[in-house]
C-alpha cells in the first residue's frame, strides 16, 4: 500500500493510496471541498497510476468528494493457469449402484452391480495440460505475472500404455480398470469369492474365477474362461472360452462354453453345451449333455442325453434298472448354415458397435441416469460378445470340417446296460439301436450309413 498526498491551491489535500499489490488506487480530498480534476490526475501521476483511471469516478469525486476514500483505478488481475488433470474414462470411484428396476417396477437384486470392462486398445484416460494463464497489468503499468497451473501425469501400470506424448492411456489387454493409489491398472481376470447377493450377477469381458459357489438364481457371463472351485447349483454359466467346475453342476444349472467344459459330476436335470469337449470326471446323472465334437465321461451316464458329432466315450453307460438314457451322434450339411451365419455375424457386429461406444461415453461420466443405463447395457454388451463369439467359432470350424468330419462313434469302456439308445445322424443316413442285454467293452460305429460294431 502506498500512500501520498498532494495539495492544490486551495490548501485541499489529495491523499492517493495504491492497494491490492498495485491493482488498486483510492483517493480522498481533505477537507472534501472541490477540486479541479487535473489536480487529481495530478496526484495519481505523482503516485505512479497511470492506468485503469475510471474518469467518469475522477469528474464526479472532483466535484462532490465525500469525506471517505474513493476507488478512482483498477488494474487488470493475472490470470493464473489452470491446474493439470486427468479426466478417466471410466468411474474412478467406488459406486453404489441400486437394484435394477424393471419394467414393471420390480427391484432385481441380483443386477444391483455394474462390473467396468474395457478392451484391448481402448482409451481409458486422458490429460488435460495445465495451462500458464495471462499477465494482468498494475495501475502503475507494471506488468503482473500469473501463476502456472500445477502439472500432474498419469501414472501407468499392468497392462497400462501411455502415448508418446504421455497424455493418453490405453489398455493394452481386455479387463477392468482399476485406480490403485493413483496408478492405472488393467486386471484380466475378474475374481470372487461366493456368487451370490453380495457379489450379483457378472457379466465381464475377460475371464471369471470364482473362489467359492454359485448360488442358485445367479448369473455368470465371460467373453473368456469361467474358473469355478466350488458347485454350480440351479445357476447359468455362459463362457466365450472354456469353463472349469471343480465341484458339481446340479439342480438344473445351465453351462454353455465355446471351447471346452470340464466338471467333476453333474446330476438332477443339468445342461451342459461346449462347442468341443464336454468332460465329466465322474458321474453323469440325469443331465442334457451336448458337445460340437467330444463328450467323455469318467464313470456312470445314466439317464438324460448326451449327444455330440464325433464321438461320446462312457465308463459305465445306463443301469441295472434299465434307466432310459439316450446318446446321440449328430452331423448335419454346413453349407445352409454357414451362409447364415455369415449374415448374422455382419448384423450383431453391427448392432454391438453402437452399444460399446455408448457405454464408453457413460463410463466416463458417472451420473445416475448413466449408471442406472450402465445396468443394463452392460450385461448386454456381454451377451452380445458371447453370440457374437458363438457365430464365428462356429463358422470357422465349419468351414475347416466341412469335408473331414470323422466317422461318429460311441465307445463303452465297461458295462453296456439295457434302456440305452444310440442314435446316428449323418448327411448319409439315420439308424437307432437300442441295447437289450447288458454288454461289455462296446464300440460302435456309424460307416457309410450303417452301424458297425
Known sequence: MVCMDAKNATEANIRVKVAQKGLEAWVRIVPAIPVAPDDIRSALAQNGVVEGIDDEVLVTLSEFPPEEEVLVARGQPPVNGENARIDYLFQAENVHFSPLIDQNDRADFREGNVIQNVVEGQLIARKVPATPGFPGRAVNGETIPPVSGRDVHIKAGKNVELSYDKLEATSTITGIPKLNRGKLEIQPVFMVGEVDFSVGNINFQGAVSIRGNVNPGFVVKATEDIMVSGNVEQAT?????????????????????????????????????????????????????????????????????????????????GSPAETPTRIELVQESAQARIDQLREDIAQLDAELSKVSTLIQMLMGKPQDDNTKNLQKLVPTKVTMNLKLLQYQTELKELIESQDTHEAPRFVVKGELFPGVVIQFATPEGQRTQRIMDKQYGKTLRFVNGEIES
Request: proline share 0%; charged share 20%; hydrophobic share 45%.
Open 237 to 317: 454359466l455362459e463362457a466365450g472360452g472354456s469353463i472349469r467346475v471343480n465341484g458339481g453342476v446340479r439342480s438344473g444349472a445351465k453351462l454353455h462354453a465355446l471351447q471346452d467344459i470340464a466338471v467333476r459330476f453333474c446330476d438332477s436335470d443339468a445342461f451342459i453345451e461346449a462347442g468341443h469337449e464336454v468332460k465329466v470326471l465322474g458321474d453323469a446323472l440325469h443331465s442334457t449333455l451336448k458337445s460340437g465334437h467330444v463328450i467323455n465321461i469318467g464313470n456312470h451316464l445314466i439317464g438324460g442325453t448326451a449327444r455330440a458329432t464325433e464321438l461320446v466315450q462312457v465308463v459305465i453307460a
